[in-house]
């Protein structure tokens, strides 16, 4: 199992001018230690006009700036939206391909399509439509980058011949994801022959099954690059402490706040009727069980802040030893890494993440076998069948 | 030693008057609503200054506007016709009440006293003909809200939503300089069991604003989405209460 950090940017109120600043440049020290201390990728999301969720709508910027202070680290797109009313398909080969020289081929291409109406309604984009515009940009960026004549015709863009440049360092190209918050979407990764970058924060219970049919699927691929990259990221949160009541506090902080960014946000499911987005928002399971321990028997809701039991089974909270625990069921599901939300609004502060990072590195990272990829069943007579990409 | 009356607290009824309640009870039972949901962009500050500060806005904020018609329920038929702030209630999607108009004046009691509605009667409106429906409001003689739908297509019944609504329960004060003899927001959870659902295009004008009605305060900015659906919908008893 490999491990990552997982960056959505996020900026409490009440906002000053250096708010934004302040969680950039905290970031990126932090990229750096997780650079220094062994963990293998730093993903930063694409959103945009989530206020206080997320503001990293500029994540080639910031990876570019984490590829300039690190030298190991693989650095990812967690996702990049690949909508044309968002990101011209051609833009997006461009600017990947770049940062995958600047960070002398260390890219992780992660693709979405968004699930809010907050950035959909902002760029004005029908939300029936974005499943076929991602699939669309999700076949043609491979070309872009291996063809030295690309020229594209379908639904929602047309390119006439012309050579996209730069190539991108890693070949045939990067590895391909993409962001994952339903068993739907799961068995799409799958059959595109794609990695499953999960987006929502679940228990290994809920992801199981997601794994099993990934895993199931991606053998009948019809992959959409020139590889297959099976390979199945879980994301939760991170937060490493001396003990488990002061890992707890803390945490609760972090999954409490993550929460509350995430319920404020307008979800496409939530507003817009559409067979295109089923799932009930992020972090939805989160919300629920604090809802439900939120409220007392005498059915008034308790005002404690900090909220009710927001740490849920696999998160990775606690000491090293109920870490390392926690990760094991992640392990035994078959999920190849994990990558860790390690704060939200700055409500833990920077030196205590700083120091969660280096516990997890010290003493979480050794007892956890990193070589291999996670078992998984395969299907007799038939060879590996992920491929990683090489440097020239 | 006097005597006393005989109509002990236990048995009073739900509602007043006590020899014979005007509404039956939670829960009532509506077969076959017909209901037309548009729901749209407003300005966020007109969003704040209506709600409640235990309730938080999205962003963007937005609106519903709802207008039903129950042509079965335990006080006969009735017309209702609300509007909501889209809101979070900590880290829940609720729809807040603001104004709410029904035409049958037992509804408009039992929505008021059991539910919290801040209904007021007048006329509401709401004709279909295939995938088209027009509807409004109207009191004192101005036309408050209309909606016009159009290009309606069947949609996916699963993947129509209705927000569980805040309403407040305010009860006023009976002696003078006393507070309101209660202040609360109660969240009612309607089931609905969806027999047809259409998408469309929806328009929401305020023909004739009116200050004593004023609908016209969230004024569309952006639609977002338009449904009509054909359903079976159960009012019930609050699921709980929270604090103002």
């Known amino acids: 199992m490999k491990f990552g950090v997982f960056f959505e940017l996020s900026v409490a109120k009440p906002w000053n001018p250096r708010s934004e600043y302040e969680v950039y440049h905290n970031a990126l020290q932090q990229i750096e230690a997780a650079d220094r201390l062994g963990f293998d990728q730093a993903w930063a999301v694409e959103h945009h006009f989530l206020e206080e969720y997320s503001h990293c709508s500029a994540p080639e910027v910031f990876l570019a700036a984490a590829a300039a202070r690190t030298s190991r680290i693989r650095l990812g797109h967690g996702v990049m939206m690949v909508l044309p009313p968002f990101n011209h398909p051609l833009r997006c080969a461009e600017r990947a391909a770049a940062l995958d020289i600047i960070s002398n081929g260390r890219l992780e291409f992660g693709t979405g399509r968004s699930a809010t109406w907050t950035e959909l309604g902002g760029f004005r984009c029908d939300p029936d439509l974005t499943k076929e515009m991602w699939d669309e940009a999700l076949r043609a960026i491979p070309k872009m980058w291996t063809q030295e004549t690309f020229s594209w015709e379908s639904k929602h863009f047309s390119v006439p011949p012309r050579n996209v440049i730069p190539k991108p360092v890693q070949k045939p190209h990067p590895p391909l994801w993409v962001a994952v918050s339903s068993p739907e979407t799961a068995i799409q990764a799958a059959e595109r022959g794609i990695g499953c970058l999960g987006v929502s924060v679940g228990t290994p219970a809920e992801y199981e099954q997601r794994v099993k049919d990934y895993r199931r699927v991606i053998k009948q691929c019809e992959p959409a690059g020139d590889f297959v990259n099976e390979q199945v990221n879980g994301v939760t949160f991170l937060y490493v402490d001396e003990t488990d009541d002061e890992a707890r506090f803390w945490g609760t902080k972090l999954v409490y706040t993550f929460a509350n960014f995430a319920a404020h946000l307008v979800g496409i499911s939530s507003i817009y009727p559409t067979p295109a987005y089923k799932t009930p928002g992020l972090l939805f399971a989160v919300r629920r069980e604090a809802e439900q321990q939120a409220v007392t028997p005498a059915g008034t809701p308790e005002r404690a802040p900090g909220g009710g039991g927001v740490i849920r089974e696999g998160m990775a909270i606690g000491t090293p030893q109920t870490v390392i625990k926690n990760l094991k069921m992640w392990e035994e599901i078959g999920v190849d890494r994990m990558v860790f939300l390690i704060n939200s609004g700055e409500q833990v502060p920077h030196d205590r993440v700083l120091r969660s990072l280096q516990l997890f590195a010290e003493q979480v990272m050794p007892a956890l076998d990193r070589g291999a990829p996670a078992a998984r069943p395969r299907a007799k007579g038939r060879g590996p069948r992920r491929a990683e990409p090489a440097m020239p | ?244």
């Open chain 2, 1 to 244: 030693m006097p005597d006393f009356g005989r109509l002990s607290a236990d048995r009073l009824p739900h509602t007043t008057p006590v020899a014979a309640p005007l509404y039956p009870p939670p829960p009532w039972s509506l077969p076959g609503a017909e209901i037309l949901k548009v729901t749209f962009e407003i300005d966020k500050d007109v969003c704040l200054n209506w709600l409640p500060p235990s309730l938080g806005r999205t962003s963007p904020a937005y609106a519903h506007v709802i207008i039903a018609r129950y042509p079965e329920s335990p006080v006969g038929p009735f017309s209702l016709a609300t509007q909501y702030l889209g809101c979070r209630s900590r880290m829940f999607v609720r729809a807040y009440t603001v104004q709410a108009v029904t035409d049958n004046e037992a509804a408009l009691s039992a929505l008021r006293e059991t539910w919290g509605f801040p209904c007021k009667l007048g006329r509401v409106e709401l004709s279909r003909k295939g995938g088209a429906v027009e509807a409004g409001v109207e009191r004192g003689g101005r036309r408050l809200v209309a909606v016009s739908f159009s290009d309606g297509a069947p949609i996916d019944a699963e993947s129509v939503r209705f927000d569980p609504v805040l309403n407040l329960r305010l009860v006023p004060a009976v002696q003078e300089g006393k507070p309101p003899a209660l202040v609360e927001l109660a969240q009612i959870g309607p089931a609905y069991t969806i027999r047809e659902a259409l998408r469309g295009k929806a328009a929401v004008t305020y023909p004739e604003p009116s200050e004593g009605d004023p609908w016209h305060l969230l004024q569309p900015l952006y639609p977002i989405a338009a449904v009509f659906v054909v359903a079976d919908t159960e009012l019930p008893y609050a699921r709980f209460v929270q604090p103002y």
